[in-house]
């Protein structure tokens, strides 16, 4: 019951994570990136510290360990390299792409996690892998080396959002939740401002007639609220009662959402090539989950028995 709890869960933040991409892709054109996540993820650090001011059952058990603070400034440096290069990437390409490649996280989970995690490498990931790049192949236009510069940053975000839901997995487990999220948001806007002021002209998070235009306010809520403080709760808390593959199977499921919102809101189409790029994609983040091995040892006893 509560696999399933949390499967419904983490469905939930997925449909909130891939109606996203659209909303923050309007917003980066007034405000520089990294200024725009340090912003996003301030206030929603704010909202759950709030929150944990007032509803946290226990507010000494942040202070008498140390190991959480470890935990959680880990998780939030893999989270602002992946939203830095994601936020980054939208400014360069399209919402729709944005949403598929980021999408490959769950491709390179289970690489991952054989290394860190020292789980096995099944024929399941080699499958999953090899369609996710034929399909990122014909998404990012087919044609060799036509990956332009946004789909590149959108490739790296894939891969720190992938360490990031092994790390999870890894940190998640009887840690208290609350604490090790409010720490990932903060270490997010941290780094996020430290990287604006070094790197980008941050200016304009400072002028009302910017900070006032209805796609930064839309974009701020939107995501500070749903897809920051409570999504990245969500996620922490419910992945200590399921599996990294199975997170990333389920957060498959985003770049479909994203997809669809991005036609819906901006009418942004792929084209028959980007379309069946998409659906490789998709169709490697489910296989990362399917059974080949144990498919095919039945089968072959089946075909033995009946022979």
């Known amino acids: ?26 917003a980066v054109a007034f405000l520089p ?50 939203y830095g290069f994601q936020t980054v990437g939208l400014v360069y390409t399209t919402s729709s792409k944005t949403a598929f490649i980021t999408g490959l996280s769950v491709v390179v989970v289970p690489l991952m996690a054989v290394f860190l995690l020292k789980q096995r490498l099944n024929l399941s990931s080699a499958i999953s892998v090899i369609m996710a790049v034929a399909g990122l192949y ?33 940190f998640a487990s009887g840690a208290p939740v609350l604490w090790l999220t409010l720490i990932q948001l903060a270490t997010v806007s941290f780094l996020s401002m430290i990287t604006s002021l070094s790197i980008e002209n941050w200016k304009p998070a400072f002028k009302w007639d910017i900070m006032l235009q209805k796609e930064v306010i839309t974009a ?5 609220i ?4 409570l999504a990245f709760l969500a996620q922490t808390y419910f992945q200590g009662y399921t599996t990294p593959a199975r997170v990333a199977l389920i957060f498959a499921l985003e770049p479909v959402f994203g997809a669809l919102t991005a036609y ?26 399917f059974p080949f091995a144990k498919f095919l040892k039945k089968r072959k006893t089946k075909e033995w028995v009946n022979s």
Not at 3 to 25: C, N, P, Y
Request: net charge positive.
């Open 138 to 170: 014909l998404l990012t236009g087919g044609s060799g080396l036509a990956m332009n510069k946004g789909d590149f940053f959108v490739l790296l975000c894939a891969f720190s959002f992938g360490m990031h839901i092994v790390m999870t997995a890894k």
């Open 264 to 289: 819906i809101w901006a009418n942004e189409t792929l084209g028959a090539k980007g379309i069946t790029g998409c659906i490789l994609i998709l169709s490697g983040m489910i296989a990362a989950e």
């Open 226 to 229: 749903f897809a920051t403080a």
């Open 33 to 82: 990136p990294f200024a725009f996540n340090s912003i996003r993820f301030f206030l929603a650090a704010i909202i759950l510290g709030g929150w944990i001011v007032f509803a946290a059952p226990d507010k000494k058990q942040f202070l008498k360990s140390k190991r959480i603070w470890h935990k959680g400034i880990s998780l939030g440096f893999w989270l602002y390299l992946g």
């Open 1 to 26: 019951m509560k696999r399933k709890i949390a499967d419904t869960g983490l469905l939930l933040v997925a449909l909130v994570w891939g109606t996203t991409f659209v909303i923050v892709q309007n």
């Open 220 to 224: 701020l809520v939107v995501t500070a």
